[in-house]
């Protein structure tokens, strides 16, 4: 079992930048694939971005690229996501993800909001 809780979350204007983070307790953290998704209300969950076991590959979700960088430090259980040049549509729960490949999220965070105004 892994847990996971998010924090970070909050309001910001548009143009401006957000760290959310992660921190991930129980089993080996750097056993897992770890991702970002989001949800907006009325919408479908999104992945914003992924990280490999050892940080060496990263995926973003088209919306945030060049924006967002997802990042991990395996020694502190900790993965994060900075967001830069923010928009209004990027207001969404934000949520913490683990999982043992890129298809398969076994475990996942409560959720932090994100509210960008405009």
């Known amino acids: 079992q892994v847990q996971l809780v998010e924090s970070g979350g909050g309001l910001v204007q548009a143009g401006g930048s957000m760290r959310l983070s992660c921190v991930a307790s129980?089993?080996?953290?750097?056993?897992?694939?770890m991702g970002w998704f989001r949800q907006a209300p009325g919408k479908e969950r999104e992945n914003v971005a992924t990280?490999?076991?050892?940080?060496?590959?990263?995926v973003y979700g088209d919306p945030v690229k060049g924006r967002f960088t997802i990042s991990r430090d395996n020694s502190k259980n900790t993965v994060t996501l900075q967001m830069n040049s923010l928009k209004p549509e990027d207001t969404a729960v934000y949520y913490c993800a683990a999982g043992i490949t890129y298809r398969t999220w076994n475990y996942w965070g409560q959720g932090t909001q994100v509210t960008v105004s405009s």
């Open positions: 990280i490999s076991w050892n940080g060496g590959n990263r």
């Open positions: 129980g089993r080996t953290f750097s056993n897992y694939v």
